[in-house]
């Protein structure tokens, strides 16, 4: 059921118009002041970071995207080389399926081949209500060998899909215990709606190490979950909910005023190096992106290292073209500006 489940959201995303149809990240309202002069070498730049106790070559986090089926474990180890050859992070997909069926686990063992990368364990925090427990998400991170735990936060998909696990009730106190009994650094994620200031709040109060904004405008998992219905009723109930969500450059605001202290992943609908900067002079440390690492891992290993090559050197180019030498400087630029609405 749930490897079923996975492979037909694998060939949905790379079959189907799954994009919000109206609302946008909200990236194209802003652009840069570009410095004709900027007073340096572009050889100069320096993209480099350290993120969770782990320096990156570049700020780029491959998204969780699969697991649990054979060609999840293609597209995972694809993208694993690609993340170690670029020197970039990782996130798995959700580690449910491998936890029920350990035959499973394979499909999202990557260490073998990138013993280096910043890699994330991944889990749905709603399952803490449905008997999991703190020991659950250590096996996840045990499985992978993972640097820190992902727990996403899919409020909507759960509740348009017909076996959708609903009860969300009283899920920040079981992720406090959580960030307190691990070892490795818990990260809240959306799945593609986006977190409000008062949520990040409440994720920093309770103890996670960053947020993962996955806002809207990217991947609409209500128009994946339509395609997956099994009736008119259920098509009907998703298709509603196509342009539901807070925009990507909203959500990396909200969660760097909700959460001001704690590092912030930008993701959601970011779909070139352009976008990375944009959302890191919003305040993100990273820049995180899911579909068109997907697309490129279908293909083969060299379409995902010349789809990481290219963001990067756009990434690089902005930064030159506003005379940002490093991240630091990208993230406290003057030089984002706001169109007028």
């Known amino acids: 059921m749930h490897e079923q489940r996975k492979s037909e959201h694998i060939r949905i995303n790379l079959e189907?118009?799954?994009?919000?149809?109206?609302?946008t990240t909200g990236l194209e309202k802003y652009h840069f002041l570009h410095q004709a002069l900027p007073e340096m070498d572009l050889a100069q730049v320096d993209t480099s970071i350290t993120f969770l106790g782990k320096t990156l070559r570049a700020p780029l986090l491959i998204s969780s995207m699969t697991g649990g089926t054979e060609h999840a474990q293609l597209i995972n180890r694809t993208l694993a080389q690609a993340a170690?050859?670029?020197?970039?992070?990782?996130?798995?997909?959700?580690?449910?399926?491998?936890?029920?069926?350990?035959?499973?686990?394979?499909?999202?063992?990557?260490?073998?081949?990138?013993?280096?990368?910043?890699?994330?364990?991944?889990?749905?925090?709603?399952?803490?209500?449905?008997?999991?427990?703190?020991?659950?998400?250590?096996?996840?991170?045990?499985?992978?060998?993972?640097?820190?735990?992902?727990?996403?936060?899919?409020?909507?998909?759960?509740?348009?899909?017909?076996?959708?696990?609903?009860?969300?009730?009283?899920?920040?106190?079981?992720?406090?215990?959580?960030?307190r009994a691990l070892t490795v650094?818990?990260?809240?994620?959306?799945?593609?709606?986006?977190?409000?200031?008062?949520?990040?709040?409440?994720?920093?109060?309770?103890?996670?190490?960053?947020?993962d904004v996955a806002g809207a405008g990217g991947t609409s998992w209500s128009q994946v979950e339509m395609y997956r219905a099994q009736t008119d009723v259920q098509?009907?109930?998703?298709?509603?909910?196509?342009?539901?969500?807070?925009?990507?450059?909203?959500?990396?605001?909200?969660?760097?005023?909700?959460?001001?202290?704690?590092?912030?992943?930008?993701?959601g609908g970011l779909r070139n190096g352009l976008d990375v900067a944009k959302c890191l002079a919003l305040g993100a440390e990273l820049g995180g992106m899911a579909g068109p690492f997907l697309k490129a891992?279908?293909?083969?290993?060299?379409?995902?290292?010349?789809?990481?090559?290219?963001?990067?050197?756009?990434?690089?180019?902005?930064?030159?073209?506003?005379?940002?030498?490093?991240?630091?400087?990208?993230?406290?630029?003057?030089r984002l500006l706001r169109l007028n609405p």
């Open 16 to 23: 189907k118009d799954v994009s919000f149809k109206q609302l």
């Open 84 to 179: 170690e050859e670029s020197g970039i992070a990782m996130g798995v997909g959700s580690q449910r399926a491998a936890l029920e069926d350990p035959d499973l686990a394979t499909t999202f063992r990557v260490r073998p081949v990138a013993p280096n990368i910043l890699l994330l364990a991944n889990l749905g925090a709603v399952q803490l209500n449905y008997g999991y427990s703190v020991e659950h998400c250590r096996r996840a991170v045990d499985m992978i060998e993972a640097d820190g735990l992902i727990l996403h936060f899919n409020a909507l998909q759960e509740a348009v899909q017909p076996e959708g696990d609903t009860n969300f009730s009283g899920l920040l106190n079981k992720v406090e215990q959580v960030c």
């Open 185 to 211: 650094p818990v990260i809240a994620k959306e799945v593609g709606w986006g977190f409000s200031a008062d949520t990040a709040r409440r994720l920093a109060e309770s103890g996670v190490a960053a947020i």
């Open 235 to 267: 098509r009907k109930i998703a298709a509603t909910f196509v342009d539901w969500g807070i925009p990507t450059s909203e959500a990396i605001l909200a969660a760097k005023q909700g959460a001001p202290h704690l590092p912030v992943v930008a993701s």
């Open 297 to 334: 891992a279908a293909n083969s290993l060299e379409a995902v290292l010349d789809q990481i090559t290219v963001t990067h050197a756009e990434l690089k180019i902005a930064m030159f073209c506003i005379g940002a030498k490093s991240v630091a400087e990208l993230q406290h630029t003057d």
